[in-house]
């Protein structure tokens, strides 16, 4: 093998995985069973069925015990206003919004116009030079 190609070796649930060479950057491309995906969408479509039995139902009967001065989860119940109103809060907040904008950046940036990263490092290099080399 040669180092132009990437494989996955360890891939068990995967039946395909295709090395796809562009530029300087070799990318795997994975192509997930049907049956996976069904599966994933049928657990998180039961998911919104458990978040109020499993938040403040008995849905683990006794097994979980709080104590009175730190029911922190009945102060949250007072607060809670349905799985509705809790996406509608998710989808409405600042992260979201920041994250989607990543997401559109980095496709802009990496599939539209891959010259644009290169340019952005050379006219800002010593921000570049800072940011990369901080260790946090």
């Known amino acids: 093998m040669d180092d132009s190609t990437v494989t996955l070796d360890t891939v068990d649930?995967?039946?395909?995985?295709e090395p796809i060479r562009t530029g300087d950057v070799a990318y795997a491309s994975l192509q997930v069973p049907d049956g996976v995906r069904a599966a994933t969408s049928y657990a998180s479509a039961l998911g919104w069925t458990y978040i109020e039995p499993m938040l403040f139902g008995d849905?683990?009967?006794g097994a979980i015990v709080?104590?009175?001065e730190h029911a922190v989860l009945w102060e949250m119940k007072n607060?809670?206003?349905?799985?509705?109103?809790?996406?509608q809060h998710g989808v409405l907040s600042l992260?979201?919004?920041l994250a989607l904008a990543g997401i559109a950046a980095a496709w802009y940036c990496y599939?539209?116009?891959p010259a644009l990263p290169a340019r952005i490092k050379s006219a800002l290099g010593?921000?570049?030079?800072?940011?990369d080399n901080c260790i946090l």
């Open 66 to 68: 709080v104590r009175p």
């Open 95 to 97: 992260p979201f919004w």
């Open 79 to 87: 607060e809670w206003r349905g799985v509705a109103a809790f996406v």
């Open 126 to 131: 010593p921000v570049h030079t800072l940011l």
């Open 59 to 61: 849905y683990f009967g």
């Open 13 to 17: 649930a995967v039946d395909a995985v």
């Open 111 to 113: 599939l539209v116009n």
